[in-house]
């Protein structure tokens, strides 16, 4: 049985970025495994904040080579998410991953995405996961209609993703760097 189902929200403005996840887990097409999963975490000493939705086993190995690339690169997020899309591509296990990520740094925000592209969103705002349509509609109307900060944009849309889709939940984790 497949485990997926989440919504990864990232808004970036006024110096701040914020990555907010949901912690629902799904089992199938229609089971609730668990509500509090931890989807967003620091990585790279507490500097670069990583944000994972697809297959929950998936995510995690490339969120684990992620760091490894973040080491391997002292830290350059953009190189390592390069690399890492490019062994994404070219390794035969590794494209098989049913995956995708939001990483940040304080000065980049980027979406991996789960066919080895990297993709720097042009307005600082961007979501994945089954809820990612309607946290990216809600954070861009947040953004432009509201003094709101960058944190509690990315909170809002999560929480309006919740209301509407059926693979969210409203337990969210917001990390900012």
Same mark, same amino acid.
């Given at each position: 049985?497949?485990?997926?189902?989440?919504?990864?929200?990232?808004?970036?403005?006024?110096?701040?970025?914020?990555?907010?996840?949901?912690?629902?887990?799904?089992?199938?097409?229609?089971?609730?495994?668990?509500?509090?999963?931890?989807?967003?975490?620091?990585?790279? %000493? #507490?500097?670069?904040? /990583?944000?994972? $939705?697809?297959?929950?086993?998936?995510?995690?190995?490339? !969120?684990?080579?992620?760091?490894?690339?973040?080491?391997?690169?002292?830290?350059?997020?953009?190189?390592?998410?390069?690399?890492?899309?490019?062994?994404?591509?070219?390794?035969?296990?590794?494209?098989?991953?049913?995956?995708?990520?939001?990483?940040?740094?304080?000065?980049?925000?980027?979406?991996?995405?789960?066919?080895?592209?990297?993709?720097?969103?042009?307005?600082?705002?961007?979501?994945?996961?089954? %809820? #990612?349509?309607?946290? /990216?509609?809600? $954070?861009?109307?947040?953004?432009?209609?509201?003094?709101? !900060?960058?944190?509690?944009?990315?909170?809002?849309?999560?929480?309006?993703?919740?209301?509407?889709?059926?693979?969210?939940?409203?337990?969210?984790?917001?990390?900012?760097?």
């Amino acid at each position: 049985m497949e485990f997926r189902g989440t919504t990864i929200c990232a808004v970036k403005k006024d110096g701040m970025t914020a990555i907010a996840g949901d912690g629902q887990v799904t089992m199938g097409e229609a089971v609730i495994f668990k509500g509090t999963a931890i989807k967003v975490r620091r990585i790279y %000493g #507490g500097r670069v904040v /990583l944000g994972f $939705a697809g297959s929950v086993t998936d995510a995690f190995s490339l !969120s684990e080579r992620f760091e490894e690339m973040l080491n391997k690169f002292s830290g350059n997020l953009m190189r390592s998410a390069v690399e890492l899309a490019d062994l994404w591509r070219s390794d035969k296990i590794v494209r098989k991953l049913d995956a995708m990520m939001i990483v940040a740094d304080k000065e980049k925000l980027l979406i991996l995405s789960g066919t080895g592209e990297v993709i720097e969103p042009d307005d600082g705002v961007c979501a994945i996961g089954s %809820g #990612g349509n309607y946290a /990216l509609a809600a $954070a861009r109307a947040l953004i432009q209609n509201t003094d709101y !900060s960058a944190e509690e944009i990315a909170r809002r849309a999560l929480k309006i993703a919740s209301e509407i889709c059926v693979y969210t939940n409203d337990h969210i984790v917001c990390e900012t760097v």
